[in-house]
């Protein structure tokens, strides 16, 4: 097995969220690769509604804090709700 398999299997076993440093804000998403892809797009966002390097507010991949419980329900309100980011600022 090699290295990335090993932690594809480890990511696998948790709960993954994109915490938005700054605003304090973590968004459920249903797996490492999900929420990876949401940050970049995110930090993409940002830099192109010019938001000012001197404000914090730094989306990372991040393990979900709370409950099993807790990320199912945040990850179905989140679904049901417009999160996309690939829009104009």
Same mark, same amino acid.
């Given at each position: 097995m090699t290295k990335e398999e090993r932690l594809a299997k480890q990511r696998a076993k948790l709960l993954w969220c994109v915490?938005?440093?700054? /605003?304090?804000?973590?968004? #459920?998403?249903e797996s490492?690769?999900?929420?990876?892809?949401?940050?970049?797009?995110? =930090?993409d966002f940002l830099h192109?509604?010019?938001? /000012?390097?001197?404000?914090?507010?730094? /989306? =990372?991949?991040?393990?979900? #804090?709370?409950?099993?419980e807790a990320?199912?329900?945040e990850l179905g309100r989140v679904r049901s709700s417009d999160t996309s980011c690939k829009g104009e600022p």
């Open positions: 915490h938005i440093l700054g /605003p304090d804000e973590m968004i #459920p998403k490492y690769e999900a929420a990876e892809k949401h940050a970049t797009e995110l =930090i192109r509604a010019g938001a /000012p390097d001197d404000v914090l507010c730094l /989306p =990372i991949v991040a393990r979900w #804090p709370w409950s099993d990320h199912r329900r």
